[in-house]
């Protein structure tokens, strides 16, 4: 994954490589061809990710699977600049609590898009990233910092904008089996046609031991075999309108032992239902979508028959529009959206609604042939049911691009962020948590600036920030359970983030010429103050990773490590390697992985701190090898 340089026929980069060269035949020498990566997240209609003057990171289709990651968010972690919490392995969901991908050490400031929509419910500002199979995408697009002047309330700290897979002009199909130990499966079927595509992925994890465990309490989870299944249907049914349909549905279970064997376990079954739809008119000026959401999870705590089933549900229900014209020199965007977010939680605070809608307009300019303006406004409204506040925010935004030579850009951004406070925040009620009705929203400021450089052997990006916020909604664990949320004074997160890919043999021709090296990580001092004013960690200092790979049409080798270190609340730091390999074999693709190849424990969520109400730990999976073939025809 090293950005804008492709190869015609070796894209990417290394790995075992005295074995590559002793096992693979030999590869004609290829001249290579800059390619310019497109990118719609960075400004609403399509512009050359170098000319944005944000820190904007494109990962394909081929990428996401060929790194060999078991869910989507597995493989974004794997592109690095992403801290990671879960609570079950491979990210999935534990009673409505998901897996997330904070950015640059901030908690729950990334929005979550599909093609340019919003996602994530009302009620918790979740996500469930890991019930979108890798072969329905065509692209994720990673923008990071504030992006609150272009999509509004929740885009605190960047944007996952996931994109469908395009349609296509020829008729064709793909299969593939994987299988693992830990009774992982993971199984595709897709077909497309002139207009059309569909697909169906199944995919299956054993029952584990001990997932998580309370030295506090002295408990532990153990996690019951997961199926997962997921369809897609994208049409285009006439020029420039095209629809598309997501659908999942996941059943689990968790069973929590005590450790002092006061009675057997308490035991939890668990479906979750998803379903995601957009219908979107897009031409080169003009860009119209209707869009819907509908999320439920039925949670049975089987073991407890006086206990209530619970029925929790998000839906979201909304239109958006955008306009482009060009008036003299000076480029236009003007734009305004609508959603109603809704949420049941039947055993915990009911049914709330609000309306979510906004103004937004962008103006572009170059000066002097090298130097771009962008300035943007948004008006945002949060139109809250009776009895409830109601927020508005005027949210700007400035940046500048100076294109210093034809390889190297000059970038600076500032925008303000706003998230207003979720469902849960204000109105849960649980023995764990309470909500707090009297939040307010939280907001500040986002300062960025850094450089892009490319040529045939480098690509490089690099940026410093600082994330200033005010108020922001943190989780008061001084007084033991049940916890409260309040607004922290003041929340901070500032440092270095970089991206950048090396390919040391281009042009040389031979079987270095598909060799290249990835960098892609965050330094960050997150930070944020308590009930009684003390400064406390928020989230994780670094993180990085670090891939070495080679590509050809007949063999891929991949082999990265994620490093995540000086972590919140005393957890440990990790270092995952990971190897993924294909080969061309009749008409497919004979693939072999392994994920934390020397199975360290990874705990992916929890707090160790001394002192803590519950010292308390989630772990991820463990070493999983994997032997799979794929097919296309």
């Known amino acids: 994954m090293v950005g804008n340089y492709l190869l015609k026929k070796s894209r990417c980069s290394v790995l075992?490589?005295?074995?590559?060269?002793?096992a693979s035949p030999a590869i004609a020498k290829e001249q290579a061809v800059l390619m310019d990566t497109v990118t719609v997240t960075a400004e609403r209609f399509p512009v050359e990710e170098k000319e944005s003057p944000r820190f904007i990171t494109v990962v394909s289709s081929e990428e996401l699977q060929e790194s060999g990651a078991n869910t989507l968010v597995d493989a974004l972690r794997r592109t690095g600049g992403f801290g990671y919490t879960a609570f079950a392995p491979l990210g999935i969901s534990h009673g409505g609590m998901n897996s997330a991908l904070p950015i640059r050490g901030v908690k729950d400031g990334e929005l979550v898009l599909i093609n340019g929509v919003p996602i994530q419910g009302a009620a918790g500002h979740a996500y469930d990233l890991n019930s979108i199979p890798l072969d329905q995408i065509e692209r994720v697009e990673l923008l990071k910092g504030a992006a609150s002047t272009l999509y509004g309330a929740d885009a605190m700290s960047g944007v996952i904008n996931i994109i469908t897979k395009k349609t296509g002009e020829d008729t064709s199909a793909r299969g593939s089996v994987e299988f693992g130990n830990e009774g992982y499966q993971n199984h595709s079927i897709s077909a497309g046609m002139p207009g059309v595509n569909v697909g169906f992925n199944y995919q299956h994890l054993g029952s584990l031991e001990e997932i998580s465990r309370s030295f506090t309490k002295k408990y532990r989870y153990d996690l019951d075999s997961t199926d997962k299944y997921a369809w897609n249907v994208n049409g285009e049914m006439f020029d420039n309108l095209y629809f598309d349909y997501l659908g999942s549905f996941n059943t689990t279970g968790f069973r929590k032992y005590y450790d002092d064997n006061s009675k057997p376990y308490d035991g939890t079954h668990q479906d979750n239902v998803k379903h995601f739809a957009d219908l979107r008119y897009e031409t080169d000026s003009f860009r119209a979508k209707v869009f819907g959401m509908y999320d439920e999870m039925q949670r049975d705590e089987y073991t407890a028959l006086d206990e209530?089933?619970?029925?929790?549900?998000?839906y979201n229900l909304g239109l958006e529009g955008d306009y482009k014209l060009q008036l003299a020199d000076w480029d236009f965007n003007l734009g305004a959206d609508w959603i109603y977010r809704g949420a049941d939680y039947n055993n915990k605070y009911g049914e709330h609604h609000r309306n979510d809608y906004?103004?937004?307009?962008?103006?572009?300019?170059?000066?002097?042939?090298d130097l771009t303006a962008t300035l943007g406004a948004r008006q945002q409204f949060i139109d809250g049911e009776s009895g409830t506040a109601d927020h508005d925010r005027f949210l700007p935004s400035l940046g500048i691009v100076y294109t210093a030579t034809s390889n190297l850009n000059l970038f600076a951004n500032a925008g303000k962020a706003f998230r207003a406070p979720t469902f849960n925040n204000l109105y849960y009620r649980s023995t764990f948590i309470v909500g707090n009705p009297d939040l307010g929203p939280e907001e500040g400021w986002t300062y960025e600036a850094g450089v892009k450089y490319d040529n045939p052997l480098l690509r490089l990006r690099l940026a410093l920030f600082s994330m200033q916020y005010e108020d922001k909604i943190e989780i008061d664990r001084s007084t033991g359970y049940p916890n409260t949320y309040f607004n922290a004074t003041d929340y901070e997160s500032s440092g270095v983030e970089w991206d950048f890919g090396i390919s040391p043999f281009v042009d040389q021709g031979g079987v270095m010429e598909a060799v290249s090296f990835r960098l892609a990580g965050y330094?960050?001092?997150?930070?944020?103050?308590?009930?009684?004013?003390?400064?406390?960690?928020?989230?994780a200092k670094f993180q990085t990773t670090v891939g070495l790979n080679y590509l050809t049409d007949l063999l891929v080798m991949d082999l990265n490590c994620q490093l995540l270190n000086s972590r919140e609340r005393n957890l440990d730091s990790s270092a995952v390697f990971n190897f993924y390999t294909k080969y061309q074999l009749w008409s497919g693709y004979l693939t072999f992985g392994v994920d934390n190849i020397f199975n360290e424990e990874v705990q992916v969520s929890g707090n160790l701190l001394e002192g803590a109400s519950n010292q308390y730990v989630y772990y991820e999976v463990g070493r999983l090898v994997k032997l799979g073939y794929s097919i296309t025809f």
Do not use: I
């Open 308 to 314: 209530p089933e619970d029925t929790n549900k998000n």
């Open 523 to 539: 330094w960050a001092d997150p930070t944020a103050e308590d009930t009684s004013g003390a400064e406390y960690q928020t989230g």
């Open 16 to 22: 075992l490589l005295p074995f590559v060269l002793a």
């Open 358 to 369: 906004a103004l937004f307009m962008q103006v572009k300019k170059t000066f002097w042939d």
